[in-house]
T-cell receptor, first 114, second 114 residues
């Protein structure tokens, strides 16, 4: 079965610290992977995506993610957290048979402390 | 926001009643999607449409039906609402941005079934 797993439903960091949000996918999921961010009472916004080009993908707001096939991972990082990064983050993978039929992970809520 | 409007934004209803949620778009996009978001599950695809009168089931379609009689509107109907359908519902459209296809989400509809 295809699946996307996010490790840790809640992550808390200090402002200025490294942000690391973990995502693993099942080996049957095609290698189209995405990170979305959701701010309170809003829909989802695309942060970045991997589509089999460069393994290190840079997105908006200083985020980046590295695709590691050997680890079936697509972790999201940001070198220095900002208060405005507090949100919920979703990793997603493409279902076979359609570009935009995405499987979402359960989400990770990021808290940033002063 | 790619011109997506969901209505209503909030709805409280009783078990067994029919409910229809509307997604309206103003930019003539072909593909439209309905997702539900639940804690611990991320977003799950209910139904999607690839054109007028062309729809298909997603991963959690039981208890839901959809209709798309015109390009701009994609309706999600719960024929007989149940408490398990209490959720936040997101409509999405896919849009070609440059040579890249992206998924854009509406602001969501909070549905409570009592």
């Amino acid at each position: 079965a295809q699946s996307v797993t996010q490790l840790g439903s809640h992550v808390s960091v200090s402002e200025g610290a490294l942000v690391l949000l973990r995502c693993n996918y099942s080996s049957s999921v095609p290698p189209y992977l995405f990170w979305y961010v959701q701010y309170p009472n809003q829909g989802l916004q695309l942060l970045l995506k991997y589509t089999s080009a460069a393994t290190l993908v840079k997105g908006i707001n200083g985020f980046e993610a590295e695709f590691k096939k050997s680890e079936t991972s697509f972790h999201l990082t940001k070198p220095s957290a900002h208060m405005s990064d507090a949100a919920e983050y979703f990793c997603a993978g493409m279902l076979s048979g359609g570009y935009n039929k995405l499987i979402f992970g359960a989400g990770t809520r990021l808290a940033v402390h002063p | 926001d790619a011109g997506i409007t969901q209505s209503p934004r909030h709805k409280v209803t009783e078990t067994g009643t029919p409910v229809t949620l509307r997604c309206h778009q103003t930019e003539n996009h072909r593909y439209m999607y309905w997702y539900r978001q639940d804690p611990g599950h991320g977003l799950r695809l209910i139904h999607y449409s690839y054109g007028v009168k062309d729809t298909d089931k997603g991963e959690v379609s039981d208890g839901y039906s959809v209709s798309r009689s015109k390009t701009e509107d994609f309706l999600l109907t719960l024929e007989s609402a149940t408490s398990s359908q209490t959720s936040v519902y997101f409509c999405a459209i896919s849009e070609l941005v440059g040579r890249d296809e992206k998924l854009f989400f509406g602001s969501g509809t909070q549905l409570s079934v009592l």
